[in-house]
Nanobody, 118 residues
């Protein structure tokens, strides 16, 4: 239902752009977001965006990451600039989806690895 891509290995100070596309019989998508989980740590919010485009960022990424979405493509993006070693984590996309058949619920993507070398 959610397919994430764009992770990889980058040097500190570099940039990456993550994408996450929702597929299937979708009636509408409400909030979308990116979460991340570093080794040995709990999953934490990185950024979210509402259907209307309002955004919210974790303090640790504010000013460096930009979340956006293309509603026509049912896709959410995370532009990550000024990457730091502490941004190394598996990044998961999340979306609140109303399917054609069924009720609204949250879906998770499979995760994409981001590794920042110092």
């Amino acid at each position: 239902q959610l397919q994430a891509s764009g992770g990889g290995l980058v040097q500190a100070g570099g940039s990456l752009r993550l994408s996450c596309a929702a597929s299937g019989s979708i009636l509408s998508i409400n909030g979308m977001g990116w979460y991340r989980q570093a080794p040995g740590k709990q999953r934490e919010l990185a950024a979210t965006i509402t259907s209307g485009g309002s955004t919210n960022y974790a303090d640790s990424v504010k000013g460096r990451f930009t979340i956006s979405r293309d509603n026509a493509k049912n896709t959410v993006y995370l532009q990550m600039d000024g990457l730091k070693a502490e941004d190394t984590a598996v990044y998961y996309c999340n979306a609140n989806i109303l399917p054609v058949s069924g009720s609204t619920r949250y879906y998770w993507g499979q995760g994409t690895q981001v590794t920042v070398s110092s």
